[in-house]
């Protein structure tokens, strides 16, 4: 996708969810995307394009509002703006907004539970793009289920040793920093949880495997075998590394929804596009009645989505009301949506839909993962149904 990263149309910013400052967020990022500084990165070795990316991005100050200031309050992160972006960057360009989510997502519980210390030492490298930030939540065992991990952090004197794996982590094998979600013990299950910063130099710390997907980001497995760090590197309390990664996730999961708006909404361009263009039967394709209802429904479905998603970032950022239903809503609609625009669109293309090197081939495999990670489809379903159903 990078080779043609495109600036959005944004009808939507006049919508009632957003203030002035989000339109001047907008301008920026159409400056940026039409600066052409993500068509000069190579995309075909992901490693050193998450790197330039997330330099270029730090330079233009797009990261500020993923990634809080060490002195900010990370609760005020606004999730419309994180929302704004991701639309805006996946639009142009499925890794740039990979990227730009991993330094939001990996410094997260950093900047709700670090000391100062750590803050200071972290979230300003983070922001700028000198460094790349992960989030090692899941395990082989443990996805869906999180609070089933097996990674354990045993406090030993001023240390802690940390011994087991993550896996599926975005940005392993080149971050500089990574949030680390580890079992310590205090309580079962999810209350035994503490998050912890980890650097990749740190003793006993190792890439068990690289791990190759259908849209290429950087992705490894984590060893860590005796591991042992300060004990000022935990974040917030013993046992509060749960509540930790479910705040961060809160802050981000309607910012999946977003990304997946993005790409739905590059497919339906490319879609109309590629209908007015194209000629068959006399006509050209936009012309026949079947493609104009498949139009119509793309449109449709995607505005569907994006009322919810911008509904869940407001009630969050203006409300200050929890958000956790509307979230799954908006993540789970989005993404599903997104999954039927992009496949209505490659069917439009025909063969060319499915060749290497096509916009909505390339979108094909970006969204797929969209609908299992951070939450799967069917895990949204649950939150919704358990939150509907909590006494009142
Ligand atoms: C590209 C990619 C990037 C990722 N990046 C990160 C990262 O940076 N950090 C991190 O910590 N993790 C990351 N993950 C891991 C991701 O969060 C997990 O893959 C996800 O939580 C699902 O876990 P699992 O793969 O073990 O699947 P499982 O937990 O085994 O679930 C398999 C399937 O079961 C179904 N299912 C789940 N729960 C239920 C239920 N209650 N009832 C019925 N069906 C259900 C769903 O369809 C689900 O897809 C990433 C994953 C991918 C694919």
Redesign the pocket.
């Known amino acids: 996708m990078s080779s043609m990263a495109k600036v959005i149309r944004r009808e939507w910013l006049d919508w009632p969810f957003f203030e002035p400052r989000h339109r001047a967020i907008g301008s920026a990022l159409d400056r940026f995307v039409q600066s052409g500084a993500l068509d000069k990165i190579d995309h075909n070795d992901v490693d050193d394009a998450c790197r330039k990316l997330v330099r270029a991005m730090g330079e233009a100050g797009v990261l500020d509002c993923a990634v809080a200031a060490p002195e900010g309050d990370a609760t005020t992160i606004d999730s419309r703006s994180i929302c704004l972006s991701r639309e805006s960057l996946a639009y142009a360009d499925g890794l740039a907004d990979f990227a730009f989510a991993?330094q939001g997502?990996?410094s997260g519980a950093i900047a709700l539970g670090g000391s100062v210390e750590l803050r200071k030492a972290v979230l300003p490298k983070v922001r700028s793009g000198e460094w790349l930030a992960?989030?090692?939540?899941?395990?082989?065992?443990?996805?869906?289920?999180?609070a089933a991990m097996s990674c354990t952090a045993r406090a030993d004197g001023d240390d802690y040793v940390i011994d087991g794996e993550?896996?599926?982590?975005?940005?392993?094998g080149i971050a500089d920093v990574y949030t680390l979600?580890a079992r310590t013990g205090e309580a079962p299950g999810a209350r035994g949880i503490s998050a912890f910063v980890v650097f990749p130099d740190d003793p006993g710390f190792s890439i068990a495997e690289r791990i190759d997907?259908v849209?290429p980001?950087p992705?490894a497995t984590l060893r860590f075998t005796g591991c042992r760090i300060p004990a000022s590197r935990r974040l917030g309390a013993p046992g509060g590394g749960f509540k930790l990664a479910m705040q961060t996730l809160d802050i981000f999961r309607a910012s999946v929804a977003a990304a997946a708006l993005g790409f739905a909404r590059r497919a339906l361009d490319e879609a109309l596009w590629h209908a007015k263009s194209r000629h068959m039967f006399g006509a050209t394709l936009g012309d026949l009645q079947l493609t104009q209802a498949a139009l119509g429904d793309m449109a449709t479905e995607t505005d569907a989505a994006a009322l919810l998603t911008y509904r869940a970032a407001w009630r969050r950022d203006v409300q200050k009301l929890p958000t956790t239903r509307e979230a799954a809503m908006a993540k789970l609609t989005a993404t599903e949506t997104a999954q039927r625009v992009i496949d209505r669109a490659v069917q439009m293309f025909g063969g060319r839909g499915v060749r290497k090197g096509e916009i909505v081939e390339s979108l094909y495999r970006e969204i797929r993962?969209l609908?299992?990670?951070?939450?799967?489809?069917?895990?949204q379903k649950?939150i919704v149904a358990r939150d509907l159903l909590k006494p009142r």
């Open positions: 991993m997502l990996g992960a989030f090692a939540l899941s395990e082989k065992e443990a996805g869906s289920d999180v993550k896996t599926w982590i975005s940005n392993g979600f997907v849209a980001h992705l993962a609908r299992i990670y951070e939450g799967a489809t069917e895990v649950l």
